[in-house]
Each structure stands twice: as structure tokens, then as C-alpha cells.
């Protein structure tokens, strides 16, 4: 099994500046792309970034040119550095693995609160 740890959310002001990181334990071998999503209350969890099994990184429309996913080769820790935060992008944000030959794996989850 895989594990995943998030650390990193908490409160800043618009145009402010936060970094998430997660740290993957146990079966890391079967970790095929890690990434980030986000959830309101009421709303469905939307994809933030994530890096594929190749290497190449998607962004959601909304956060392209202000965040930054970053992970390292051996798909053990993801960081995502969100720069020129804004009010709407408060929200949840979990650390996803998607696993091989099995269901993605997901963290606890971290709160971003970004304050007008």
C-alpha cells in the first residue's frame, strides 16, 4: 500500500504565496504519477496539477502561470509552490497517487484559506 502525507496549508492574504508538499511511503515502486487536487464545500474534487508517468505536468486552466507542481524521480514527493493566490482559490487540497493496477490513493488533505 501507499501512504501519503500532505503539509504546508494555512491562511494568507490575496496575492500571497504558500508551498504544499507530500511525502509517498511504503509501496512507492507502484506510484505510476502524483498530483494535487482541490474540493470546496458542496463541489466536486477538481484536478490542480499533476505530474504524469513520463514526466510531463497538466494544470487546470485556473491556476496556469501562478502554481508550480515539483516532484522528484523516484515519485516519492510531490510540491506544488502556488504564487498570486486568490480568495477562490481557497479550498482543500489532497495529494493524489495514481497507483498501478489499483485504485488512486489519496491523502488527508490540507486547508488553503486565501483571505481578500
Known amino acids: 500500500q501507499v501512504q501519503l502525507v500532505e503539509s504546508g496549508g494555512g491562511l494568507v492574504q490575496a496575492g500571497g504565496s504558500l508551498r504544499l508538499s507530500c511525502v509517498a511511503s511504503g509501496r512507492t515502486f507502484d506510484i505510476l504519477g502524483l498530483g494535487w487536487y482541490r474540493q470546496t464545500s458542496g463541489e466536486h474534487r477538481e484536478l490542480v496539477a499533476r505530474?504524469?508517468?513520463?514526466?510531463?505536468?497538466d494544470y487546470s486552466d485556473s491556476v496556469k502561470g501562478r502554481f508550480t507542481i515539483s516532484g522528484d524521480n523516484a515519485k516519492t514527493t510531490v510540491s506544488l509552490q502556488m504564487n498570486s493566490l486568490k480568495p477562490e482559490d481557497t479550498a482543500v487540497y489532497y495529494c493524489?497517487?495514481?497507483?498501478?493496477?489499483?485504485?488512486?490513493?489519496w491523502g488527508q488533505g490540507t486547508q488553503v484559506t486565501v483571505s481578500s
Open positions: 493524489n497517487a495514481a497507483i498501478r493496477w489499483s485504485n488512486d490513493v
Open positions: 505530474i504524469r508517468s513520463g514526466g510531463t505536468a
